[in-house]
């Protein structure tokens, strides 16, 4: 199945699997693609409320479930709680940890390492995801690597 890069792509693909296209699911898609960010279920209530749409608790929670059930959206746990984002094809995630942003990333690892990795585990890789950890500011990262070694750890 073709990945959703669109507004567009995301309402052809809720017709196509036959997903009534109510105006509240309309608002939640066209939000977080104009938002272009990882937003809680409490944020997008209330951006749509602001924005005079008029739409519950419980519409947005049941809408933000089908839609990510469904593969339209992306729906990341955290401890504090599900985000949700509109890029739901295959890609990373950069987290920054003086914002608590989420960025969206494609990174392509070069074949000799998947293939390494193949063999270290005796899995075919189909697919991958990498979480990054940094900080945005020089600051916040210069504070933080004084107390914790300089060179990045995988987990």
Known sequence: MKPISSLEDALNRCQAMGMRLSRQRRFILELLW???????????????NKQAHSIGHTSVYQNLEALSRAGIIEC??????RLYGNV????SHVNC??????LDVHVELPIDLIELIQEQTGVKIVDYRIDF???????????QAS?????PKAS
């Open 76 to 81: 990341i746990e955290r401890s504090e709680g």
């Open 97 to 102: 940890l003086d914002t608590a942003q989420i």
């Open 133 to 143: 950890y940094g900080y945005r500011s020089a600051e916040s990262a210069t504070t």
């Open 147 to 151: 107390s914790v070694s300089d060179t």
């Open 34 to 48: 104009e938002a272009k960010e990882h937003l809680s279920a409490r944020e997008i209530y209330d951006r749509l």
């Open 88 to 91: 739901s094809d295959s890609h």
